[in-house]
C-alpha cells in the first residue's frame, strides 16, 4: 500500500510569490491534515480536510489556505510568501476525522519551502 | 495554550526501558492520547494511542493514570534507532485544533 505522497519535496520562492502544495492520501483515507514544522515553533497543525470539507483550521493567517478533491487529494496554497513561511510542510492522512480514535495519522515526508 | 507538556529531552542507555512521561491535565473525558515520534528530516511516525486503559503493541507501552492528566511511553528496549523527537498529542478541548506537544529528545546511549 503506498503511503502519503508530498510534492513537491522541495522548492525555492522568493517573498511576495504563491506557492502551491500537493498531497495524496493514502488509498481509502479521507482525512488530510497539513502541518508547519520550524525549528522554532516546532509543529504547527494548519488545516484538516474531510470529504471535501475544511473541518479544522489553526491559527494562521488567510493566506494559508487549502482544498480537497473527491478523490481526497488534497492542496495547499500560500499566497505573498514572506521570510516566515520558510519551513516543512508536512501532510497527514487518515480513514476517519483526527481524533476520533478510529485510526493513527499518516505523515508524508514533507515539503521543503525555502523562501528567499 | 499548550494542550501538553514534556520533557526538553531524556538520555536513555541503550537496551534500557526508557519512559517518556507527558502531562495533559486539561484532557477531556472522549479525548485520546496520541504519540508519535519523528526521526530527523522524516515525518512522523504513529507510535500509540488510548484513552483510559493501558496500551501495549509491538513498538511501545502506553500507561495513562487513573485521572488521565499524564501518560507515560515505554520504549521497553531502546536501541540507537529510537533517537528521535517524541510528540505526546491530545484532541483538543475547544475549537477544534490539534495541538502537538513541544516534544522530548531522546538520546539513546550505546
Known amino acids: 500500500k503506498a503511503g502519503v505522497t508530498q510534492t513537491p519535496r522541495y522548492l525555492i520562492k522568493t517573498r511576495g510569490q504563491q506557492v502551491t502544495l500537493s498531497c495524496s492520501p493514502i488509498?481509502?483515507?479521507?482525512?488530510v491534515s497539513w502541518y508547519q514544522q520550524t525549528p522554532g515553533q516546532g509543529l504547527q497543525f494548519l488545516f484538516e480536510y474531510f470529504s471535501e470539507t475544511q473541518r479544522n483550521k489553526g491559527n494562521f493567517p488567510g493566506r494559508f489556505s487549502g482544498r480537497q478533491f473527491s478523490n481526497s487529494r488534497s492542496e495547499m496554497n500560500v499566497s505573498t510568501l514572506e521570510l516566515g513561511d520558510s519551513a516543512l510542510y508536512l501532510c497527514?492522512?487518515?480513514?476517519?476525522?483526527f481524533g476520533t480514535g478510529s485510526g493513527e495519522l499518516f505523515f508524508g515526508e514533507g515539503s521543503r519551502l525555502t523562501v528567499l | 495554550d499548550a494542550k501538553t507538556t514534556q520533557p526538553t529531552s531524556m538520555d536513555c542507555a541503550e537496551g534500557r526501558a526508557a519512559n517518556l512521561p507527558c502531562n495533559h491535565s486539561t484532557i477531556s473525558g472522549n479525548e485520546y492520547v496520541y504519540w508519535y515520534r519523528q526521526i530527523h528530516s522524516q515525518g512522523p511516525q504513529y507510535i500509540i494511542h488510548g484513552l483510559k486503559n493501558n496500551e501495549t503493541n509491538e513498538m511501545a507501552s502506553l500507561i495513562i493514570t487513573e485521572d488521565r492528566k499524564s501518560s507515560t511511553l515505554i520504549l521497553p528496549h531502546a536501541t540507537l534507532r529510537d533517537t528521535a523527537v517524541y510528540y505526546c498529542i491530545v484532541r483538543a478541548l475547544t475549537g477544534n485544533q490539534f495541538y502537538f506537544g513541544t516534544g522530548t529528545s531522546l538520546t539513546v546511549i550505546p
Open positions: 488509498s481509502g483515507h479521507r482525512s
Open positions: 497527514a492522512s487518515s480513514l476517519e476525522l
